[in-house]
């Protein structure tokens, strides 16, 4: 069979078009990349909670009443957990299976916060897009993405997510946001309730993700920045104010869609940060 070396050349470009191009619709661009260190071993992940419980504990004068009672809080949990990462001497103590044996509906009745979705205006701003609709939802006001984007260093690739939390702390009196690298699913869920049930307060992650036909994830992403706004009973499922996804699906959306703990719990896993703002 004899082939048009022409048509044959055009063939080729054109598939090459169309699997660089389409993604695009639906791909997040590549967020948040650098900023904060990878963790140096499983037993590392309490390190940077604790080391900003010892700084806001040297300016607890400083502190409104508000965020006394959050930190207060937040070192009882930490607390809780050290104690018995001595006892089981595993800093990954629980499994996500181990911990499905035990009912948690009675200890986490369903909860959502009123938050409005901050559109991202373009593929690399999820982190000052975040951070507008955190900041919005905790005083009622907030700044331009641009403005805040630049007080963050935001570049094309992706956000500092350490800016994030010196941001958010030195534009409200409410709670003392931490970096959080724990990944078991226990810990998880005391964080995330905490800041739901307890502080009134979105927990801001860190994630990557790949939309598949078997999970809930809404588009793929190499990193994304993102707020928790909501779990339903037991915390099987959390709920997630996105603010990409008015940017890919159009105004109408509400920015808001449910993936189950698993799914959250891996997407954290699979960004090299481990990052969970709290």
Known sequence: MKINLKNFIICLLAIFCLINVLPMNYVSAQEDIGGGAKLK?????????????????KKKSQLSQSQKKDLEAKMKIIDEENNLLKIEGNAYGSTLEDDELVSTETIYP???????????????????????????YITGKSYKQGDIAKALGTTKDGTDGTQIIKYLNMKQKKVNYMISTTTNITELKKRICHDITVANTPPIVRLKFEQKKDNNWQFSTKGHFLNISGYSRGMKKVQLTDPNIRRLFGNDKTGKYDVTIKELRQALIDHPNHHMYW
């Open 41 to 57: 071993s499983e037993n590392d992940f309490f390190e940077r909670e604790e080391n900003m419980i010892r700084k806001l504990k």
């Open 110 to 136: 369903a909860r959502k916060l009123n938050m409005k979705s901050c559109k991202q205006i373009n593929g690399y701003y999820c982190g000052p897009a975040t951070t507008k609709q955190t900041l919005q």
